[in-house]
């Protein structure tokens, strides 16, 4: 059974940084597309970014673009988005996704079990 390990987040003040990291237990998802979601109280969850596997393509929603950095590190078996530039509006609980397809990340085959990030005034 494979599980998303979730690991960094917390409070910062606004245009502060942080690191989220996660990774794989169980085995190597080797060939998955991996992401990052949010979701704020009282909102749907929202796509952040996508890494694919191989040629690593990151793509970006326009509210994270120029902020948020998504890296994967292949041997190391492990994603992280690093944030910058954070505002109040970023407040939400974070999670990690993974599947073999680009395209269903959205429903993902596996979650991480999710970060709060907040981010103050």
């Known amino acids: 059974q494979v599980q998303l390990v979730q690991s960094g987040g917390g409070l910062v003040q606004a245009g502060g940084s942080l690191t989220l990291s996660c990774e794989p237990s169980g085995r190597t998802l080797s060939g998955y597309a991996m992401g990052w979601f949010r979701q704020a109280p009282g909102k749907e969850r929202e796509f952040l970014t996508s890494?694919?596997?191989?040629?690593?393509?990151?793509r970006y929603a326009d509210s994270v673009k120029g902020r948020f950095t998504i890296s994967r590190d292949s041997m190391k078996n492990t994603v992280s988005l690093q944030m910058n530039d954070l505002k109040p509006e970023d407040t939400a609980v974070y999670y990690c996704?993974?599947?073999?397809?680009?395209?269903?990340?959205?429903?993902?085959?596996?979650w991480g079990q999710g970060t709060q990030v907040t981010v103050s005034s």
């Open positions: 890494i694919s596997w191989g040629v690593k393509i990151a």
């Open positions: 996704a993974a599947d073999l397809a680009l395209s269903r990340l959205g429903s993902p085959q596996y």
